[in-house]
């Protein structure tokens, strides 16, 4: 039987309204600050409000603050969502009903099974080479990777092909979530001794766990073709925050207010050198006064890593899917939120117990991912997930199921895991979530994208 989920209706991403809600809070504290000082000038204090008491991690970030001055906001976010021992994400397992957000693997098996029949007609439109590697950005609980190996392994089964070396490789920081992610995927055999985690897989190969994109050409080989999924990973890498003023570009930086303990955003009064990034960008340059962007140093690290994997195979075999929520091609600008207990909160309270996350730049990922003229990439997309769900076949999947659904509780179920994932109203994800593919240049259009299937 398969497996069949009820879970709360909240969301990662937040209506337009409520995201800038969080922000302005913060923003109401705004003020404009100096690089050549290594203190802030704080905002008035008010007396009549208790000093906020900051846990372990707002205290390291006071200090630095108060030691090397205001701090950009890349640097506050990977601290809250990294500290190797007080972060967000490596210390706690943050998805589900327990956590702090659902995702929509935890939603419905039919979300990874499309994505599994997706990457076998990409797999098929390619000639089925025999050695792939799956390979997964923040996996999460390994529910995607789980669904899309299963639906995957079925389809493969039914052309009787020769046996198929497939492999799993997770990008993954957090040991908790890779307990949980071996548990679901193999259940035995873990290898904790080298360099690289290891353990064998229930499809018959080999889990590879590595903690970032640098490590992957160490567990990969050149005649392996990397299929590789990124779903919900971008909108938790750090973004820098710039607005375009009269006197040129310049950076939101992260202050601590000590007389009440408070987090911040000011606007800094000078250019830091991480100004001359949307100065010298003409995507960024040309934007009008005043403009607000979001750039994030990390989506142009890691998509330069794809594009590098999908090259490395020089049959041209290979792809990565991206999916995440965020504007087609605009540059986002001024969309942090933070998400604890299944609801919204300032990002600059309780540091390293709040989710952080950000509209994804689709319109960035592309620009690095064709920038290098020596690797010869396609980019497809953005595509609404509703749309692209639905010409994978979902509806068929969830009647489907709906008519195997054993009562009526199971049949709710199916029919409201289906409607959540792919209708576009305020509660359902089919038109705030996008998906995009990157392939080697010169295939075929892949399904999803406008293209059908080869036989």
């Known amino acids: 039987m398969f497996r069949l989920k009820i879970v709360p209706p909240i969301r990662r991403f937040c ?25 802030s000038t704080s905002k008035t204090p008010n007396h009549t409000t208790p000093k906020l008491e900051l846990n372990k991690l707002a205290q390291i970030c006071a200090q630095v603050i108060k030691i090397t001055g205001p701090i950009s906001l890349s640097a506050f976010m990977r601290l809250c969502l990294t500290h190797p021992e007080l972060g967000y994400y490596t210390t706690r397992d943050p998805l589900g009903a327990k956590g702090d957000f659902v995702t929509s693997p935890e939603i419905s098996q039919m979300f990874g099974e499309m994505i599994g029949i997706w990457l076998f007609t990409v797999w098929n439109s390619q000639k089925k080479p025999k050695e792939i590697n799956l390979i997964e950005f923040g996996p999460g ?12 392994s079925k389809l493969v089964q039914t052309l009787k092909h020769e046996e198929l070396k497939l492999n799993i490789i997770l990008v ?18 873990l ?5 690289f985690w290891e353990a064998p897989h229930k499809w018959n190969g080999k889990i590879t766990w590595v903690d970032t994109e640098k490590d992957l ?37 992260v202050d601590h207010n000590e007389d009440d303990g408070t987090f911040f955003l000011g606007l800094n009064s000078q250019r830091t050198p991480s100004s001359a990034i949307p100065e010298t960008n003409p995507r960024y340059s040309s934007q009008n006064l005043d403009s607000i962007v979001e750039i994030s140093s990390e989506l142009h690290s ?52 709040v989710d952080l996350s950000v509209d994804v730049d689709f319109g960035a990922i592309k620009e690095s991912a064709t920038s290098d003229p020596s690797c010869q990439i396609d980019v497809f997309g953005p595509v609404q997930q509703g749309d692209w769900l639905h010409q994978l076949g979902i509806q068929f999947r969830a009647e489907q199921l709906y008519n195997k659904a054993k009562n009526d509780e199971e049949r709710e179920i199916i029919k409201t895991g289906y409607h959540r994932l792919v209708e576009k109203d305020d509660k359902s994800m089919g038109h705030i979530y996008k998906f995009m593919a990157l392939l080697p240049k010169g295939g075929p259009i892949p399904v999803g994208f406008g293209g059908g299937v080869e036989e």
């Open 172 to 189: 993954e920081t957090s040991p908790i979530l890779k307990q949980v992610q071996h548990n679901l995927l193999s259940g035995k055999d």
């Open 141 to 152: 609980k390994g529910t995607l990777t789980f669904d899309v190996i299963k639906s995957f």
């Open 15 to 39: 209506s337009s309204s409520i995201r800038y809600q969080i922000i302005n809070q913060a923003n109401k504290q705004t003020i404009s600050l100096s690089t050549t000082s290594t203190t």
């Open 217 to 253: 050409w160490e567990v990969t080989q050149q005649q392996e073709a990397n299929y590789i999924l990124a779903h919900e990973f971008y909108d938790a890498l750090p973004v820098s925050q710039f607005k375009k003023t009269e006197h040129g570009w310049r950076e939101y930086m």
């Open 302 to 353: 890691y998509t330069s890593e794809i594009v590098k994997l999908l090259d490395r195979n020089k049959a041209q075999n290979g792809a990565a899917l991206i999916v995440d929520y965020g504007p087609d091609l605009e540059i986002p600008g001024m969309t942090l939120r933070g998400i604890k207990n299944h609801e919204f909160k300032s990002p600059f309270e309780d540091l390293g117990e």
């Open 191 to 195: 290898d904790t001794s080298k360099e």
